[in-house]
Protein backbone atom coordinates (compact mmCIF):
# COMPACT_ATOMS: atom_id res chain seq x y z
CA UNK A 1 0.00 0.00 0.00
CA UNK A 2 2.84 2.19 0.56
CA UNK A 3 3.58 2.96 -3.12
CA UNK A 4 0.12 3.14 -4.28
CA UNK A 5 -1.09 6.26 -6.12
CA UNK A 6 -4.38 7.19 -4.16
CA UNK A 7 -7.34 9.82 -4.92
CA UNK A 8 -9.63 10.70 -1.85
CA UNK A 9 -12.17 13.41 -0.86
CA UNK A 10 -12.39 15.49 2.31
CA UNK A 11 -14.93 16.84 4.36
CA UNK A 12 -14.81 20.09 2.10
CA UNK A 13 -15.40 17.87 -0.90
CA UNK A 14 -11.80 18.90 -2.27
CA UNK A 15 -10.02 16.49 -4.13
CA UNK A 16 -6.76 14.92 -2.85
CA UNK A 17 -3.78 12.83 -4.87
CA UNK A 18 -0.84 11.39 -3.30
CA UNK A 19 -0.50 8.52 -1.29
CA UNK A 20 0.16 6.57 1.75
CA UNK A 21 3.73 6.60 2.83
CA UNK A 22 3.29 3.64 4.98
CA UNK A 23 1.18 0.16 5.36
CA UNK A 24 0.19 1.75 8.22
CA UNK A 25 -1.27 5.82 7.34
CA UNK A 26 -5.01 6.92 7.20
CA UNK A 27 -4.25 9.87 5.84
CA UNK A 28 -2.96 10.16 2.21
CA UNK A 29 0.29 12.20 1.61
CA UNK A 30 -1.41 15.07 -0.84
CA UNK A 31 0.50 16.12 -3.63
CA UNK A 32 -1.93 17.90 -5.67
CA UNK A 33 -5.49 18.89 -4.40
CA UNK A 34 -8.43 20.45 -6.39
CA UNK A 35 -10.88 22.37 -4.57
CA UNK A 36 -14.65 23.14 -4.70
CA UNK A 37 -14.08 26.02 -6.63
CA UNK A 38 -11.60 25.04 -8.77
CA UNK A 39 -8.28 25.81 -7.48
CA UNK A 40 -5.49 23.43 -7.63
CA UNK A 41 -2.67 23.25 -5.81
CA UNK A 42 0.53 21.83 -7.01
CA UNK A 43 2.43 20.74 -3.52
CA UNK A 44 -0.28 23.25 -1.39
CA UNK A 45 -3.38 20.94 -0.14
CA UNK A 46 -5.12 24.69 0.18
CA UNK A 47 -4.87 26.31 -2.88
CA UNK A 48 -5.69 30.03 -3.30
CA UNK A 49 -5.61 30.54 -6.70
CA UNK A 50 -6.10 28.51 -9.77
CA UNK A 51 -2.93 27.67 -9.97
CA UNK A 52 -1.26 27.81 -7.08
CA UNK A 53 2.69 25.55 -6.86
CA UNK A 54 4.64 25.48 -3.85
CA UNK A 55 7.34 23.16 -2.56
CA UNK A 56 9.27 22.28 0.40
CA UNK A 57 12.79 23.00 -0.91
CA UNK A 58 13.68 26.54 -2.73
CA UNK A 59 12.95 25.14 -6.44
CA UNK A 60 10.08 24.99 -8.27
CA UNK A 61 10.88 24.20 -12.09
CA UNK A 62 10.45 22.02 -14.82
CA UNK A 63 12.93 20.42 -17.08
CA UNK A 64 12.24 19.55 -20.54
CA UNK A 65 15.47 17.71 -21.97
CA UNK A 66 13.63 16.23 -24.72
CA UNK A 67 14.16 19.59 -26.41
CA UNK A 68 16.25 19.93 -29.34
CA UNK A 69 18.46 22.81 -29.80
CA UNK A 70 16.03 24.21 -32.67
CA UNK A 71 13.21 24.39 -30.76
CA UNK A 72 11.59 27.34 -28.60
CA UNK A 73 10.06 27.31 -25.20
CA UNK A 74 7.40 30.43 -23.68
CA UNK A 75 6.25 30.57 -20.77
CA UNK A 76 3.13 32.83 -21.55
CA UNK A 77 1.19 35.06 -19.14
CA UNK A 78 -2.09 36.34 -20.21
CA UNK A 79 -4.46 39.16 -18.51
CA UNK A 80 -7.82 39.94 -20.48
CA UNK A 81 -8.46 42.62 -22.97
CA UNK A 82 -10.37 45.38 -21.55
CA UNK A 83 -8.90 48.85 -20.16
CA UNK A 84 -6.42 48.65 -17.86
CA UNK A 85 -5.34 44.94 -17.77
CA UNK A 86 -1.70 44.02 -16.14
CA UNK A 87 0.00 40.91 -17.23
CA UNK A 88 3.61 40.37 -15.23
CA UNK A 89 5.17 38.06 -12.83
CA UNK A 90 5.74 39.21 -9.19
CA UNK A 91 9.14 38.16 -7.84
CA UNK A 92 8.22 38.52 -3.80
CA UNK A 93 10.34 37.78 -1.04
CA UNK A 94 7.95 38.32 1.52
CA UNK A 95 4.94 40.84 2.22
CA UNK A 96 6.56 44.00 1.58
CA UNK A 97 9.54 43.40 -0.65
CA UNK A 98 8.30 42.66 -4.43
CA UNK A 99 9.68 43.51 -7.62
CA UNK A 100 7.31 43.03 -10.83
CA UNK A 101 8.11 42.18 -14.59
CA UNK A 102 4.88 43.98 -16.00
CA UNK A 103 3.19 45.45 -19.05
CA UNK A 104 0.26 47.39 -18.99
CA UNK A 105 -2.42 47.77 -21.67
CA UNK A 106 -3.43 51.18 -20.13
CA UNK A 107 0.24 53.15 -21.04
CA UNK A 108 0.79 51.74 -24.51
CA UNK A 109 1.84 48.37 -23.68
CA UNK A 110 5.01 49.49 -22.19
CA UNK A 111 7.70 46.47 -20.97
CA UNK A 112 8.46 47.64 -16.82
CA UNK A 113 10.48 47.07 -13.91
CA UNK A 114 9.31 48.38 -10.71
CA UNK A 115 9.14 47.62 -7.01
CA UNK A 116 6.36 47.01 -4.28
CA UNK A 117 3.21 46.75 -6.66
CA UNK A 118 3.49 50.68 -7.25
CA UNK A 119 3.54 52.58 -10.81
CA UNK A 120 4.95 55.45 -9.10
CA UNK A 121 8.12 53.24 -8.60
CA UNK A 122 8.76 52.49 -11.98
CA UNK A 123 12.29 52.32 -12.73
CA UNK A 124 12.96 50.62 -16.16
CA UNK A 125 10.95 51.18 -18.84
CA UNK A 126 10.59 49.80 -22.33
CA UNK A 127 8.37 50.81 -25.09
CA UNK A 128 6.85 48.95 -28.31
CA UNK A 129 9.17 51.65 -30.53
CA UNK A 130 12.36 50.69 -28.48
CA UNK A 131 12.83 53.68 -26.39
CA UNK A 132 14.06 52.81 -23.18
CA UNK A 133 13.77 54.73 -20.01
CA UNK A 134 15.46 54.86 -16.82
CA UNK A 135 13.21 56.44 -13.84
CA UNK A 136 11.20 57.73 -16.16
CA UNK A 137 7.79 55.80 -17.14
CA UNK A 138 7.09 57.68 -20.34
CA UNK A 139 11.17 57.60 -22.66
CA UNK A 140 10.90 60.04 -25.45
CA UNK A 141 14.45 59.15 -26.90
CA UNK A 142 16.24 56.06 -27.31
CA UNK A 143 17.60 55.90 -23.63
CA UNK A 144 16.09 58.34 -21.47
CA UNK A 145 17.67 58.80 -18.17
CA UNK A 146 16.20 60.56 -15.11
CA UNK A 147 16.83 61.37 -11.71
CA UNK A 148 13.61 61.03 -9.17
CA UNK A 149 14.82 63.84 -7.34
CA UNK A 150 13.37 67.33 -8.81
CA UNK A 151 16.47 69.64 -9.83
CA UNK A 152 18.84 66.79 -9.02
CA UNK A 153 21.58 65.86 -12.06
CA UNK A 154 20.97 62.73 -13.85
CA UNK A 155 24.56 61.10 -14.29
CA UNK A 156 25.59 57.87 -16.81
CA UNK A 157 28.36 56.95 -15.58
CA UNK A 158 30.86 54.20 -17.64
CA UNK A 159 33.82 52.59 -16.16
CA UNK A 160 36.56 51.04 -18.58
CA UNK A 161 40.06 49.09 -16.99
CA UNK A 162 39.71 52.06 -13.82
CA UNK A 163 39.31 54.94 -16.54
CA UNK A 164 36.19 56.68 -16.23
CA UNK A 165 33.90 58.45 -18.27
CA UNK A 166 30.64 60.33 -16.70
CA UNK A 167 28.04 62.95 -18.33
CA UNK A 168 25.28 65.18 -16.34
CA UNK A 169 22.46 66.45 -17.05
CA UNK A 170 24.49 70.54 -17.05
Excluded at 51 to 58: A, F
Excluded at 62 to 77: E, V
Aim: hydrophobic share 35%; charged share 20%.
Amino acid sequence: RSSDFDIGCDDSDDIHLGHYTSVTDTAIDTKMTINTTGDVGIGASSPDAKLHITSGSNHIYALDTSLTDNQDAYLTIRSGTASHKIAGLNLKIDSTNLWQLLTDNADGNRFHIQYSDDATKRFFTMETGGNVGIGVASPNSVLHVEEATAGAAAYIRLDTNNATAATDSA
